[in-house]
């Protein structure tokens, strides 16, 4: 058995096995058997050490005044659940609204064509701003990923951006 | 209604029945159990924060969560498992908050060794054959070196060496391998026994 391996059993305490190599050991090792005089010795000190400390003569007493001042309080049985509640609904709806924003389609753009032009005004445009002013219609074709096509009806006022990649291109963003 | 009489002697009913009786209705079961563990647990608290009214404090929490929660105590481990984790919890909610605020945990070394003029005098841990030391003092220079531990081995150690209880219940109380637990009290007991050199 070497030094090493007694440090470990002393400090890990001794089984009834390993009693016997550890003490053989110790007694022809002055390291270890002064290593295990003062592990005992840290061992009482340390158990001394924990009757030190007395609770207060009161302490149960103190502990039932406490249960009876403080029964459980009106935040545990009122509050907390209302919290938690209000917490959970603004996290369902966040968690809903960010992913029907990342469901939405992205839709790419091949060529956009004028498809068809004509001047529209009157109650046709009565939603827009500036009803007086006659507006033309472009209709622009999106194909989808999935092969499908769409016509996008827009007023020819619009303005698009867009950014070319490998000559298509993405509408990335229209406003009126 | 199980109720435990009181005449019956307080070590010979364990901890689970306790707790079941408690569970049934049966208060003075709860008041057996505060007095049972109410030393051992200002004691253990005691030593983690430095501070006897907050450790007296802390452990009276303690109990009053085991008393507001004692359904939940499921019984696969010892009541005093539970207990401890409870206790070791608040402990260290207490060093967090404290160490937030920016106190120090002189606590008791301040108040021990404060000079009449205010200013603090620390021990001298290094050996000194003219001197010896007697029971009292070992103690404090004990004192003074666990609380020079990091705190992964402190926590260990006080409840191996000074609260006594076994690997297997220091692992669920600080939900950590068995290997661990023994590691770090190993580890500990080599720092110590370097820091009290001569004092041993």
Known sequence: ?176 | MTEIALSQPLSGIADNALISAYLKGDEYAFEILVTRYQNKLVNYLNRLIHDYEMAVDLAQEAFIRVYRNANRYKGEYQFSTWLYRIATNLAIDEMRRRERKGRFFFYNVKERFQQDDGTRCLPDLRYSPEKSLDRTEKLERLQVAIDSLPEKYRFAFILKEVQELSYQEISKVLRISLGTVKSRVHRAKILLRGKLSGVL
């Open chain 1, 1 to 176: 058995m070497t030094c090493k391996q007694v440090e470990r059993i002393l400090t890990e305490n001794i089984s009834a096995a390993e009693e016997a190599g550890v003490q053989a050991h110790i007694r022809n090792c002055r390291g270890c058997d002064k290593l295990s005089r003062e592990l005992q010795s840290m061992g009482k000190l340390s158990r001394l050490l924990g009757e030190t400390v007395q609770s207060p003569s009161d302490f149960s007493s103190r502990v039932h005044r406490r249960l009876s001042e403080d029964p459980v309080s009106r935040w545990q049985v009122y509050w907390r659940p209302a919290f938690v509640f209000t917490l959970v609904t603004l996290f369902s709806v966040g968690f809903l609204w960010v992913r029907e924003s990342q469901m939405t389609e992205e839709v790419m753009v091949s060529s956009p064509s004028v498809v068809q032009e004509e001047s529209v005004s009157g109650d046709d445009l009565q939603r827009l701003d500036a009803p007086e002013v006659p507006v033309s219609y472009v209709d622009v074709i999106l194909s989808g990923p999935s092969e499908s096509e769409y016509i996008l009806r827009l007023p020819s006022r619009i303005r698009i951006q867009t950014t070319h990649v490998n000559h298509d291109f993405y509408l990335e963003h229209a406003s009126y």
